[in-house]
Structures are given as structure tokens and as C-alpha cells.
């Protein structure tokens, strides 16, 4: 490294050169020791007040509760210094790192530290470090709050040690005592299950005499068997209260009840004058429901039901029912049983058999569009098929095998004519493969084929058809139905169409409408034509009202057709 040097004054020699001159050199060469000499002086004098303004720093140390925090580690770190480009970071301050430790009551004192600013940083085992900088004028005292360290799952605490640290360790330390107790705790919340039965595969060894051991011996051979053994698991109190209110709530009996009034008005419009032209109609309903939880997977349900009114259908002579709750009516003014049957499901209820007096029609030929008098259509003819041939409700079995993979089998039987002294005389047999499919482009669809078999007229009569509803977009839907039945000496035909809006194009987001189309043709020459639409509203939660328009032709072979336009006003209530 170069160094300059400023050229001095050369001296003369005293003993050659004028004594004046000499002198005059040494006054020079006083002059300047005395100057270095104050310089100096003012120096050491600044050093000496800069160091005696010193300060103490005390605080005291708590936790998130006010607890005093004792033997935490208390330091005065010089904070970083500002940094230039490309060069290392310095400290701004020159003094070393001072470190105290807590006393038992959460007090620390810092004497005689430097003026200028530093970074206060405490750490205390299993507590998050607290840094903060302070500024040392004279001084001051300080409260520092410690929060606790997350351990399952937390984020890693603030500044924490580098690895290997003893804060580090101790840390560590209390952190395990601290998951021991937790896992303590999590055991004493916990209790053993019931009882269950399991089958092991196992491997034994069979000696000459067929004794098993469950190590090799000598002469034995490797044989497979299967053992059965109990085995607990461990459950939650949470999770065994909230089984035991389950269990309790499946002993309850829950009730419901559905009823309806419908109101029609028929207008002839076409034909010879008919009995009906210019009457009115009403009929009343009312559903109570009861089912209950007998066991696991295993349930009971019945429906009670009572009519009262007079129907359309008395005197209009159609193929279908112009009011499909028609079809229940047994007697005026009389409760009758219509459904009670048990139901099961099995193969982790994949498989479900219900048996009793059923109503095949809710297991077969459904359809999300076109299957409910009690919010859909009202004609018969759109809401079953007629060539399903189920005339009254009877005893029956019925299963339901559902692999979930977006097919399901259906089969089931149902005593036919309820006058018949047994029933194998009078059965109803009927099976059905549905199939969930997504078109391209297209919402999620339902398509069911479906046969039937009926020995109730002394001879078997079979039908088929085929059943389908289409989302074609959220807001619309579509549905269409076919079927054939065999006739004395030929076939019976039926198909219906139609479409379902909800959501969209209507008055109230849960209301919706739609309409639909019904023709069933008889091999004895017989034809109907039906046409319905309707809207239905929500007026709350558990009340609806729907308006309803029906208009129908009938003809019989040789006779002129006749028509009818019939209004009807539906009130539902289910609750």
C-alpha cells in the first residue's frame, strides 16, 4: 500500500548557519508540537464524554398470561448497519453483545450500557423470541411478553436457535414433555369400542399328529387357515356420545304427514253431450307417515291414508285417471293401510330388499320428471305407465342391488288381485336395469328398461317399456316414456313426452312447470289423447299451491271422439 507523506521543513544546522535563522526554526518547530499536543487533548476529551453517557436497561419478563418468566435469556444485540452494494453488511455500534439471564421473578438489569441503538432480544425455553430495538439515552425500563411455542402443526417459532444450540435443546426438550402430556391427555379421552369380530388369514405348521404350531418344527408342514378374533379400537368420547345419540335417535319414531285437496272443472269441448260438461270436483287426501329404525340398516315404514270427495274419472270414462290420486281411493271416508314394510339393506348397502304390502310403482318405471301427483303432473297417465299393469297395492318383495358404478337391478313380485286365495295364483313379477348416463355436452340422465309379468288372468301376460329423464341444461329437463303389454290377440300401446322447467323462466326461483303429452292406443281399438301443463308455486317451506290444465280425447272403436278441457287447482301441504 502507498502511503503519502507531506514533505517537512528541513532543518538547518545550528553550528554552520546563522543563529538567527536557528532560532527562528526551533519557534517554528514548537509551535507545531504544541498544536498536535490541544489536538490530542480535545480528542481524548470527546472520547471520555462520549463514554460516560451510559445508561441501565432493566425490564421484566412475562408470558402471554402475566406470568413472570425466570432464567430467560436476556441480550443487547448492535443492530446491522446499512449496506452498500456488493459490500458486507456492519454494525452501527462498536460495543460487544451484552447477556443476563431473568431472575425468579421475571426481572433483568443491564448496567452501564452505551448510548446509541441496539436490538433487545429474549428467549426463554418453549417460548417464542421477542426482539424489539430500543434506543439508549439514559435510562429506561422495559416489559417484554413471551408467547407460547405452537407444537402440533404450528409454525416455526420466531428466531429460532440454529440447530444444536443449547437454547435449541432445552427447547426441544420441553416441547416433547409438552406432546407427552397431550398424548396423555388424548388417552384418557379415549375409550375401547365394542367388541368386534374379525377373520385373520394366518399361516400354521402341522405336525404328523394334526397338532398346530405357530412356529416351524420339526416334520410339521406349512398350512393356511383362518382364524377369528375380537378386537377393540380406540374411540373418542365425542365419537361414542355422538353413536349412543344416534342409536337413541334411530328408536324414535318419526311422523309425517301429506295432504291435498284438488279442485277440477270440466268443459266439454268437442263430441255428443256428455254427463260431465260443466261439473265440478274435488277430492281431499291425507298421508300420515311413520317410520323407524329397528336395527342397523335395517328400517320400518307405513302409510296411512284417507280420501274423501268425488273424482273426475266417475264421469268421464277415460283409459287413465284424469286425477291419478284416484288410484288410491279404496273406500269414501275410510283410512286403509297403502304401504307398511320392513326394509334392509346388506353388502355395505349395496343390496336393499323391502317386503310387506308395497306399491311397486316406486321402485319401477320412476322418473325424476313425470312421477309425482303430489307436486308434478296429475294424470295418471303421466305420472306411471299404464301397460305396468299395477292396479292396487298388494304384499310383495322387492330388491334393489345398487353397485354404485351408475347401473342397478331391480327385481321384484306383488300380489296382484287382492281376492285371490293364495299367490301363486296372483302375482305380479317385474324386473328393471337402470343406467346413469352423462351425453357429451349434456347434464346427467336416467334410463330404465323394465319387464313384467302378470298370471293373475289364468294365463301369463307379459309387458315391456322403457322409462328416461334428461337434463338438458340445469333449468330444463326432459322425460318420455314407452310401452307394450300383450293383449287377447295383439299388443296394447302407450308412449307420453314432455319437459320440466324449474329455476329458470319463472315467477320464484323454487317454483317450476311443465308440460306433457299421453297417448295409449288398445289392441280393441280404444284411444286416448291427454295434454296437461302446470305450474307450481312455493308459498312456504312446507306449503305449495299449482295450477293445472288437462285437456282430453276419448274414442272408442266406431264411436266419435270427446273431449274435455278440465282446470284443476292442487293444494299441497307436507310436514
Known amino acids: 500500500m502507498l502511503r503519502y507523506d507531506p514533505p517537512r521543513p528541513a532543518l538547518r544546522d545550528c553550528t554552520t548557519d546563522a543563529a538567527d535563522d536557528c532560532v527562528s526554526d526551533l519557534r517554528v518547530l514548537d509551535m507545531q508540537r504544541v498544536r498536535v499536543g490541544i489536538t490530542s487533548f480535545v480528542i481524548l476529551l470527546t472520547a471520555w464524554a462520549v463514554s460516560a453517557q451510559t ?10 398470561q402475566g406470568g413472570a418468566v425466570a432464567d430467560a435469556e436476556v441480550s443487547l444485540v448492535a443492530p446491522p448497519g446499512p449496506a452498500m452494494p456488493g459490500m458486507p453488511v456492519m454494525r452501527m455500534n462498536t460495543s460487544p453483545d451484552r447477556t443476563v439471564r431473568s431472575r425468579p421473578d421475571g426481572t433483568f438489569v443491564l448496567d452501564q450500557v452505551p448510548a446509541g441503538r441496539y436490538i433487545l432480544q429474549v428467549d426463554a425455553p418453549g417460548l417464542g423470541r421477542s426482539s424489539q430495538e430500543i434506543t439508549v439515552p439514559t435510562a429506561q425500563s422495559l416489559a417484554v411478553s413471551l408467547e407460547a411455542l405452537d407444537i402440533p402443526g404450528g409454525e416455526p417459532t420466531r428466531g ?13 426438550l420441553d416441547r416433547i414433555k409438552v406432546l407427552e402430556q397431550r398424548l396423555s391427555d388424548l388417552e384418557s379421552g379415549t375409550v375401547l369400542s365394542e367388541p368386534e369380530t374379525r377373520v385373520r388369514r394366518i399361516e400354521v405348521y402341522v405336525d404328523q399328529n394334526g397338532n398346530e404350531h405357530d412356529a416351524p418344527v420339526e416334520g410339521a408342514r406349512k398350512a393356511v387357515t383362518y382364524r377369528r378374533e375380537r378386537v377393540y379400537r380406540r374411540q373418542w368420547l365425542s365419537e361414542k356420545l355422538e353413536q349412543a345419540f344416534a342409536d337413541q335417535e334411530g328408536k324414535k319414531i318419526a311422523v309425517g304427514v301429506s295432504a291435498a285437496s284438488v279442485t277440477q272443472f270440466a268443459r266439454q269441448t268437442t263430441g255428443d253431450p256428455a254427463q260431465a260438461a260443466g261439473h265440478a270436483y274435488q277430492l281431499a287426501s291425507a298421508d300420515l307417515l311413520f317410520s323407524a329404525g329397528l336395527a342397523q340398516y335395517t328400517s320400518f315404514f307405513a302409510d296411512i291414508v284417507g280420501l274423501s270427495g268425488a273424482p273426475p274419472d266417475a264421469e268421464i270414462h277415460g283409459l287413465t285417471l284424469l286425477n291419478s290420486y284416484t288410484a288410491r281411493l279404496v273406500r269414501q271416508n275410510e283410512v286403509n293401510v297403502r304401504e307398511a314394510w320392513l326394509r334392509t339393506e346388506l353388502f355395505s348397502q349395496k343390496l336393499a330388499i323391502s317386503a310387506g304390502r308395497l306399491d311397486l310403482a316406486n321402485y319401477f318405471d320412476r322418473n325424476a320428471v313425470a312421477n309425482d301427483e303430489t307436486t308434478q303432473f296429475i294424470s295418471d297417465g303421466l305420472v306411471n305407465n299404464p301397460t305396468l299393469g299395477l292396479a292396487t297395492n298388494g304384499a310383495g318383495v322387492v330388491g334393489v342391488f345398487d353397485p354404485k358404478n351408475g347401473v342397478a337391478f331391480k327385481a321384484g313380485f306383488q300380489q296382484s288381485n287382492s281376492d285371490a286365495t293364495n299367490l301363486s295364483q296372483s302375482i305380479v313379477s317385474l324386473v328393471e336395469v337402470d343406467y346413469v348416463a352423462r351425453p357429451p355436452g349434456l347434464s346427467e340422465g336416467n334410463y ?14 307379459s309387458a315391456v317399456g322403457v322409462s328416461l329423464d334428461q337434463k338438458l341444461t340445469p333449468f330444463v329437463g326432459l322425460f318420455g316414456r314407452y310401452g307394450t303389454a300383450e293383449a287377447l290377440s295383439g299388443r296394447d300401446h302407450f308412449f307420453s313426452a314432455g319437459f320440466q322447467v324449474q329455476n329458470g323462466f319463472v315467477l320464484n326461483p323454487l317454483d317450476f312447470w311443465g308440460v306433457g303429452y299421453a297417448q295409449t292406443d288398445l289392441e280393441a281399438g280404444d284411444h286416448e289423447k291427454l295434454a296437461e301443463g302446470y305450474y307450481n308455486f312455493q308459498v312456504s317451506e312446507k306449503l305449495r299451491l299449482s295450477l293445472h290444465l288437462q285437456h282430453v280425447f276419448e274414442s272408442s272403436a266406431g264411436t266419435r271422439s270427446v273431449g274435455f278441457l278440465v282446470p284443476a287447482l292442487r293444494l299441497q301441504a307436507r310436514f
Open 55 to 64: 445508561a441501565s436497561v432493566s425490564g421484566r419478563v412475562t408470558n402471554q
Open 160 to 172: 429460532a436457535e440454529a440447530p444444536g444450540s443449547p437454547a435449541d435443546t432445552q427447547a426441544l
Open 448 to 461: 330404465r328398461v323394465w319387464f313384467r309379468n302378470d298370471n293373475s288372468t289364468q294365463r301369463n301376460r
